[in-house]
């Protein structure tokens, strides 16, 4: 007994397009979300550097404009 109608291979293939197509937009999706959680990552790092800046600033008792000039003397040096 016959189960269905036999699909051609320009079916096939057209089914075999549509689930590459369909593969390949779930892949860009995916890539573009681990690129917003890398820059997410990314400004973690900054915001914890910036953190650490501070409590050595603070350990010093030194503002962020002494250290700028301390930075600039540094280079002209």
Same mark, same amino acid.
């Given at each position: 007994? &016959?189960?269905?109608?036999?699909?051609? &291979? *320009?079916?096939?293939? =057209?089914? #075999?397009?549509?689930? %590459? =197509?369909?593969?390949? #937009?779930?892949?860009? !999706?995916? *890539?573009? %979300? =681990?690129? /917003?959680?890398?820059? =997410? $990552?990314?400004?973690? *790092?900054?915001?914890?550097?910036? @953190? /650490?800046? !501070? !409590?050595?600033?603070? #350990? @010093?008792?030194? %503002?962020?404009? #002494? $250290?700028?000039? $301390? $930075?600039? !003397?540094?280079?002209? /040096?």
């Amino acid at each position: 007994m &016959p189960r269905g109608v036999r699909r051609s &291979p *320009i079916e096939r293939l =057209q089914d #075999e397009i549509k689930n %590459t =197509q369909d593969a390949i #937009e779930q892949y860009k !999706s995916a *890539i573009k %979300t =681990q690129e /917003e959680k890398l820059k =997410q $990552l990314q400004d973690e *790092i900054k915001i914890e550097e910036f @953190k /650490e800046v !501070s !409590s050595l600033l603070e #350990e @010093k008792n030194m %503002t962020i404009l #002494e $250290l700028k000039e $301390l $930075l600039i !003397s540094k280079d002209v /040096e």
